[in-house]
């Protein structure tokens, strides 16, 4: 139940300012926080934004999160060649009574 | 440090079962909410089910319901999810995940293990 919509690709080159985006609905992102995982291949999910913009410890500054309506964006500045990653948005939705994904996007490091 | 260590994923076939566990350590298990959540191969990731800190609540995915059934057990530090009538649509990688907040079941989720495969084929 995949209803959080982001951008399949996103890129950038080294340095660069590259953001995602996340679209979703009232139900989930208009009245819940959002949280964002950073995927390696072969690994499991990290957590890198809790509560739409609070950074846990030990991810760099360079990751930063906002929310406004129904929508929320993950920034990534300074990008490095380690930001390489597939990104997913998430959060609770109400009307499901369970958490929705985006469908992830791809980000690329020119 | 909090560990989860999942099990139990194998070959399965169109309408059977399987049963799949959690090993918790590192952090009070008893407090948090717990989740199951996959990933099926190439594919993005997808939310299944979800027990709250003290077996209260139980919530699932529409695609898994009435199929799932989560469970835990506190004494043993242990997360089970029960796959019944499984389709090869159940194929995929399920990941055990802690809640990231005590007594919550919608505060997101932060440590994750490193997952179990479940492959349904005939």
Sequence with gaps: QSVLTQPPSASGTPGQRVTVSCSGSSSNIGSNYVYWYQQFPGAAPKLLIDRNNQRPSGVPDRFSGSKSGTSASLAISGLRSEDEAVYYCAAWDDSLRGYVFGTGTKVTVL | ?122
Excluded at chain 2, 31 to 53: C, F, N
Excluded at chain 2, 72 to 99: P, V
């Design chain 2, 1 to 122: 440090e909090v560990q989860l260590v999942e099990s139990g994923g194998v070959v399965a076939q169109p309408g059977g079962s399987l049963r799949l566990s959690c090993a918790a350590s590192g952090f009070t298990f008893g407090d948090y909410t717990m989740h199951w959540i996959r990933q099926a191969p190439g594919k993005g990731l997808e939310w299944v089910s979800l027990i709250s800190w003290n077996s209260g609540r139980a919530y699932y995915a529409d695609s898994v319901k009435g199929r799932l059934t989560i469970s835990r057990d506190n004494s043993k530090n242990s997360l089970i999810l029960q796959m019944n009538s499984l389709t090869t649509e159940d194929t995929a990688l399920y990941y055990c995940a802690k809640d990231i907040r005590t007594y919550s079941w919608y505060s997101g989720f932060d440590s994750w293990g490193q997952g179990t495969l479940v492959t349904v084929s005939s």
